[in-house]
């Protein structure tokens, strides 16, 4: 099987500093891949360059290559907006428009897109929140503020908003440090879901989230990828020696 | 809500309860070979290798479970039962091979006196539902079920020190005869030992007590 994402010669600069170097990586298609290593190291960087989010920031640049199902995403004539529906994003803090009620919230995306019909708009709220396990909990409060909800279910909610738009690909950014261990669990739980039908890369400074969510994981280090490898491996008989002390805390 | 980690447990259940029948299926054979006309050395072995390999698996998807979700309370006693559990069963199969070994081997008891072989038979029927006790004690997670082990236990451990008493006092047994017996009854008793360890990790693993049916 081709990999989803296939990332060559990546390098990431904000300004003059570079802060990812040279990075190699496949990313399997249907399954978890854990991004780990310290603060600063350039995980959210690497996230953003999987959808083109990197070059927003106009200090930022880019060079090499991610390949999103064998299609250079930087390559000529890509359109941006385009790669981010089909590689969509999920944040560190639940962000639903606060202004929008739930159902608004699930089918902005759509709605950008010019999407009117209400019959299809419906399915597509149905969907999606039954996707993330939260239709049962919000189905009778569709017109209610996404801010109402709690916090693991607003960020179900933005999960749902992201899947609205039938993404191939999510990439979520630390999704539960905002969340108490009961939504975290919850979101968890919901990954291995979603995994079974979109590849899925997760940020997280977690390691024992990395451990139980992922299939994959790799380690990132001053901007380098360290090693990457079944997560089974990596937390068990990790090859180079910078990981071994990272995961086990014996760091600095 | 089914958690992440229930997946891999219940994976690590079946693998046990397959390695419980195939355990208990050695014991069966090895057990009707002592007084049948027949050659299960072979199949023996075979099952006893294949149980050393789902021994090596669990014991590898135990380390990975604890490795990824760093499991506390009644699952972190399951895991822990687990893997020892796996070890009994490769004792099953190991010592069921063993008693093969004498039956085939040695010569075994069936030109034995009369009482040898009836005595053999005895046992080896109380070891054999030891062994289905703790297999059905594991997959029910049923600890008042797995406290019956140790009566059974007990009438074992007599009729294995019995045995040896009056093989003593008998002076006429073949000294063939006395060598595959005593192995065998001897192989039977560390069987029903092993039956019994199974069933204190049970009442460890669903109420946490570490007790000794033996
Ligand atoms: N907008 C920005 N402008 C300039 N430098 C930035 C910007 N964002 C991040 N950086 C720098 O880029 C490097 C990588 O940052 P990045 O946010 O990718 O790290 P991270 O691994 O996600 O860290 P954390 O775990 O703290 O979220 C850091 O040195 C950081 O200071
Ligand atoms: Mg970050």
Sequence with gaps: ????????????????????????????????????????????????????????????????????????????????????????????????????????????????????????????????????????????????????????????????????????VLLMDEPCSALDPISTAKIEVLIRKLAKTYTIVIVTHN????????DYTAFFYLGELIEYGPTKQIFENPKHELTEKYITGKFG | MSRIIDSGLEELSAV?????????????????ECVESRDSYNEIREISDTLILMADYVEDKAFELIARFQPVASDLRTIKSYMKIAYDFVRFGRY????????????????????IIS?????????LSMVRLSIDSLKSRDPQLAEKVAQIENEVDKMYFDFLD??????????????????????????????????ESIIYITTGKRVILR
């Design chain 1, 1 to 168: 099987m081709a990999p989803k994402l296939e990332v060559e010669d990546l390098n990431a600069w904000f300004g003059t500093k570079q802060v990812l170097k040279n990075i190699n990586i496949k990313i399997e298609e249907n399954a978890v891949t854990a991004i780990i290593g310290p603060s600063g190291c350039g995980k959210t960087t690497f996230l953003r360059c999987l959808n083109r989010m990197h070059e927003i920031n106009p200090d930022a640049r880019v060079s090499g290559k991610v390949l999103f199902n064998g299609l250079n995403i930087y390559g000529n004539g890509v359109d941006p907006v385009m790669i981010r529906k089909k590689i969509g994003m999920v944040f560190q803090k639940p962000n639903p428009f606060p202004m929008m009620s739930i159902y608004d919230n699930v089918v902005a995306g759509l709605k950008l897109n010019g999407v009117r019909d209400k019959k299809s708009l419906d399915a597509v709220v149905r969907r999606s929140l039954e996707l993330v396990n939260l239709w049962d909990e919000v189905k009778d409060d569709l017109n209610k503020s996404g801010a109402s909800l709690s916090g693991g279910q607003q960020q179900r909610l933005c999960i749902a908003r992201a899947l609205a738009v039938e993404p191939e």
């Design chain 1, 207 to 214: 390691m024992q989230q990395a451990a139980r969510v992922s």
């Design chain 2, 16 to 32: 046990l309860y397959k390695m419980g029948e195939l355990a208990y299926h050695t014991v069966l054979i090895a057990i009707r």
């Design chain 2, 96 to 115: 069921a091979l063993d008693v093969s070994h004498a039956n085939q081997k040695l010569g075994g008891i069936r030109n034995c006196d009369k009482w």
């Design chain 2, 119 to 127: 005595h053999v038979k005895d046992m080896g029927e109380k070891v």
């Design chain 2, 166 to 199: 009056e093989l003593i006092e008998r002076v006429d047994t073949t000294i063939k005869c006395a060598v595959s017996s005593v192995l065998i009854i001897r192989y039977l008793e560390r069987i029903a030992d092993h039956s019994a360890y199974v069933c």
